[in-house]
């Protein structure tokens, strides 16, 4: 039986102690040992939403909270974890206004496509990110400017470089996304499951 | 079980049942005898706000039910 003595500590403690225990151990049976009624109360509900079924005893000031279950129980997995399992965080990166090289119109219409094209992606398109010649796309009379925020309303993070926008002298004239930095960008890349450049 | 955490960029409050406990250097007594656990929590997923995993000191943490 894994046994805690969390007396003398502030709630949420003893509670996080609790969780400790059981990810590390997946034990059956769990004593926790705490001195104030908020900790034995907070105690004893997590017990019981991880399954286990619980009773106090009181020695003295103190509460012996005792949680039990059947044993093979499998540890809880968090309902974020459940619903996001196979779901991806994708971050698209535009780093020009035109899709591949060659003909500079037909490149063009190819983004524009390419942008509108996106949402079919779904909710894993979690990062589109507009560097360089590709912060035009993002300014007044742009053809997408629609379209991105259309995908911003929606609740898609645009990001736009802000290095950039001053580069072409376009600050005043961004319409869609958040002016970003180099550190933003990385940080974006690096919480990406997948990072597609264009 | 979700905690309520307060996103150290925006200072924004957000709930979120995927942590865990690292740097765990257990139950230090001062001497007075006040207990408090030296111990971190991490997130596992992203802030909402600013897409960080904050780490937070346990003690800074709020009860979650009461």
New interface residues.
């Given amino acids: 039986m894994k046994e805690i003595d969390a007396?003398?500590?502030?709630?949420?403690?003893p509670?996080?102690?609790t969780?400790?225990a059981i990810?590390e151990a997946n034990p059956n049976v769990i004593k926790v040992i705490v001195d104030n009624e908020?900790s034995k109360?907070?105690v004893c509900?997590?017990l019981e939403?991880?399954n286990y079924e619980t009773s106090v005893q009181e020695e003295e000031s103190d509460f012996h909270v005792t949680g039990k279950r059947e044993a093979g129980f499998a540890p809880e997995v968090?309902?974020?974890?459940k619903s996001t399992t196979g779901g991806k965080k994708i971050m698209v990166m535009l780093a020009t206004d035109r899709m591949g090289f060659g003909d500079d119109e037909l490149g063009l219409k190819l983004m524009i496509s390419y942008i509108k094209t996106l949402k079919e992606m779904g909710p894993e398109l979690w990062r589109l990110v507009f560097v360089n010649n590709g912060v035009k796309l993002t300014i007044k009379d742009s053809e997408v400017l629609p379209v991105l925020k259309g995908y911003e309303k929606d609740g898609l993070h645009i990001m736009v470089c802000g290095t950039c926008l001053t580069h072409f002298d376009l600050l005043d004239k961004k319409q869609v996304g958040e002016t970003t930095n180099m550190l933003d960008i990385v940080?974006?890349m690096q919480?990406a499951d997948k990072v597609i450049n264009i | 079980?979700k905690?309520t955490f307060v996103c150290q960029e925006d200072n924004k409050i957000f709930e979120?049942?995927?942590f865990?406990?690292i740097d765990?250097r257990g139950?230090l007594?001062d001497g007075s005898?006040?207990?408090?656990?030296d111990?971190k929590?991490e997130l596992l997923?992203?802030c909402p706000f600013c897409?960080?995993?904050h780490i937070f000191d346990?003690?800074e943490?709020?009860?979650?039910?009461?």
């Fill in positions: 007396r003398g500590l502030a709630c949420p403690a509670v996080l102690q969780k400790a990810e908020a109360q907070n509900r997590f939403s991880r968090s309902t974020h974890e940080t974006a919480l | 079980m905690f979120s049942d995927r865990r406990i765990d139950v007594i005898g006040n207990k408090t656990w111990a929590v997923s992203p897409g960080k995993k346990v003690n943490l709020v009860c979650p039910f009461i």
